[in-house]
């Protein structure tokens, strides 16, 4: 019998700076790392395989998951684009990716969902999975998008799938509002790791942060998945403030949950 709960997990994205972090973790957790991206990749570890793959071709959605029990998806557009860009890789390749899912029989799919999902909720408001989305850029939309994909595969197909609305996950914070929105690397890994062995997901969303101070959400509907962040974004208050000074409250960067998308133009306009 595996040790592990899912034998073969398709990571895509594997590429990408988060991708990037969770190969070693997710080799570790499985018998076969299927790694995957439109960008070339080498071989890292002994249970990898490595495949060449566009999330716009649905013929190749149906190829990569073949013979896969979990999906940790980080791929696809991962900022703000044009419309067109997000079109093809976030809501054409996410609708390809859980076609292939259905079609192979995929058990469970953890994606990487954003804040820019509730990005135009106010600072003030500390928020919960209940809360409607309110996205702030055609980036956002395309992530509420997913995550109403990813309800209507498990009511219809049984698919389970967590979305991790990621906030802001970078080795440490830049500015004033990363210290409420920091997503340390070891708590990414320790969250997605959760989302794998929780026994019963449904379709769950979770708000990635670490164990903030001064956060800005409410996970209590997320307990079950049972992910305990350990890393704090206060430790680094000081050398933002020696850095960036005391920011003015009305800046657009901490009026928001989405920070600058919320307050930034359509990206398509000249």
């Known amino acids: 019998m595996s040790k592990h709960k899912f034998n073969n997990i398709l990571l895509t994205g594997a590429a990408g700076a988060l991708g990037e972090q969770l190969r070693k973790t997710l080799s570790q957790n ?5 790694i995957s991206d439109k960008e070339k ?3 890292k570890f002994e249970n990898e395989e490595v495949v060449q793959a ?6 190749a959605m149906i190829d990569l998951t073949k013979n896969i029990d979990c999906v940790v998806h980080m791929g696809g557009q991962s900022v703000e684009g044009s419309w067109r860009n997000v079109l093809n890789s976030n809501i054409i390749g996410m ?3 859980y076609e292939g899912c259905r079609k192979n029989k995929v058990k469970r799919v953890i ?5 820019h999902t509730v990005g135009f909720y106010p600072r003030s408001e500390v928020i919960d999975s209940k809360a409607p989305p309110r996205p702030d850029s055609n980036y956002g939309l395309s992530k509420v998008f997913g995550e109403s994909l990813a309800q209507y595969y498990w009511d219809k197909y049984n698919i389970e799938t967590v979305s991790v609305r990621i906030y802001s996950c970078l080795a440490e914070p830049k500015d004033h509002r990363i210290l409420s929105t920091w997503l340390s690397y070891d708590d990414l890994r320790s969250l997605i790791i959760a989302c794998i062995n929780s026994p019963n997901v449904k ?4 708000f990635g942060v670490s164990n903030n101070d001064s956060l800005l959400i409410d996970n209590k509907y997320a307990k079950h998945i049972g992910y305990k962040p350990k890393d704090n974004g206060e430790k680094f208050r000081s050398l933002i403030e020696k850095k960036d000074g ?25």
């Open 111 to 115: 994606w990487a969902s954003s804040v």
């Open 246 to 270: 005391f920011i003015d409250s009305t800046d657009p960067l901490v009026t928001t949950h989405g920070g600058y998308f919320a307050s930034s133009g359509h990206f398509d306009d000249e």
């Open 41 to 43: 990749l080498i071989k």
């Open 203 to 206: 379709h769950s969303i979770i």
């Open 95 to 97: 609708y390809n990716l």
């Open 54 to 59: 566009d999330l716009s071709y649905a013929e």
């Open 30 to 34: 499985c018998n076969l790392l299927k």
